[in-house]
């Protein structure tokens, strides 16, 4: 068992950055993978980003050179750095790992306003 807690969100003008939190607790050895995947009112989730351990990381196109994803392993933390943030950024983001099985945390309201 996996359990993931996100924190970090908030409202913020576009063109801001915020930094979204994931602590990972349980059995976080079993972990293969860890992103983030949000989910705007109306729509379905989509992925942010992904990386697989010793694998690639896979940026969602819309984020790709403002949005950075960090690891720290020895903390059982994951990160997501946000900057020149878009109304169209305002979603639940959601922390997902790969352990055998995907878990998922709760999320954290993003609102950007324009």
């Known amino acids: 068992q996996v359990q993931l807690v996100e924190s970090g969100g908030g409202v913020v003008q576009a063109g801001g950055s915020l930094r979204l939190s994931c602590v990972v607790s349980g059995d976080a050895s079993l972990i293969s993978g860890m992103g983030w995947y949000r989910q705007a009112p109306g729509k379905e989730r989509e992925l942010v980003v992904f990386g697989i351990d010793y694998g690639g990381t896979k940026y969602a196109d819309s984020v790709k050179g403002r949005f950075t994803i960090s690891r720290d392993t020895a903390k059982n933390t994951l990160e997501l750095q946000m900057n020149s943030l878009k109304p169209e950024d305002t979603a639940v983001y959601f922390c997902?790992?790969?352990?055998?099985?995907?878990?998922w945390g709760r999320g954290t309201q993003v609102t950007v306003s324009s």
């Open positions: 997902v790992a790969h352990a055998i099985q995907f878990y």
